[in-house]
Each structure stands twice: as C-alpha cells, then as structure tokens.
Nanobody, 129 residues
Framework: EVQLVESGGGLVQAGGSLRLSCAAS????????IGWFQQVPGKEREGVSC????????YYADSVKGRFTISSDNAKGTVYLQMSSLKPGDTAEYYC??????????????????????WGKGTLVTVSS
C-alpha cells in the first residue's frame, strides 16, 4: 500500500522558517518524483516544488525560488521542503504527492497536481504577519 505522510506544518511568524517532511512508502522510490503542492480554500492546488528521486533534479515555482529548498533522503524514503523567509501569502495546506517518472520526461513537466499518482493528506502552514 502506498503511503505519503506529511509532517512539520504549524504556525510561524512572517520571516520565519519551517521544514516539512514527506515520509513515503509502498513504491519503488527511485522510479518516482515527489512534489509539494499548496492549496488555499477556493483555489486549485499549485505546484510548489518537485524532485526527481533518481537524479535529484528539481523544480521550483517562481513564487518560492530562493526561499524554499526541496531535498530527499532516499535511504529514509523521505522528502523535505525547507521553507524560509515565509510570507503570509505562503499560508496554505501543503500536500506531498508522487508521480512515476518515465524515460525522457523531466521534473518540471510533471510538477502539476493533475498528473500525480498518489497524495498525502496534507499539513497546514499558517504564516502570521
């Protein structure tokens, strides 16, 4: 059974930092990419960042470049999202999701919510001003 379990969300002041974790199990880690998506009520989920687990290639949305860093510990089956210089506009439910990678496909092309194969249940990040 595939499981993706997020943790690390919480309340933080603007300018602060949080590290989200996504513990993944039930699939062959190296064959997948894992991404983080944010969603606020009434809006579509948006891709924040994704990482290819076989080669470490990454994608970042323009809104988080220079502030967020995605990484993976393949031995632990865990993907992290280090979030720094947080803004109130980063407030959202954050989900991690996994998609199987195919030959010739690059990470930026798969970092969208409608293409993901598996989802976690989310963790809430609230940034106060």
């Amino acid at each position: 059974e595939v499981q993706l379990v997020e943790s690390g969300g919480g309340l933080v002041q603007a300018g602060g930092s949080l590290r989200l974790s996504c513990a993944a199990s039930g699939f062959s880690f190296d064959d997948y990419a894992i991404g983080w998506f944010q969603q606020v009520p009434g809006k579509e989920r948006e891709g924040v960042s994704c990482i290819g687990l076989s080669d470490g290639s990454t994608y970042y949305a323009d809104s988080v470049k220079g502030r967020f860093t995605i990484s993976s510990d393949n031995a632990k089956g865990t993907v992290y999202l280090q979030m720094s210089s947080l803004k109130p506009g980063d407030t959202a439910e954050y989900y991690c999701a996994a998609v199987k990678m195919h030959t010739g496909v690059i990470v930026p092309l798969v970092c969208n919510w409608y293409g993901m194969d598996y989802w976690g249940k989310g963790t809430l990040v609230t940034v106060s001003s």
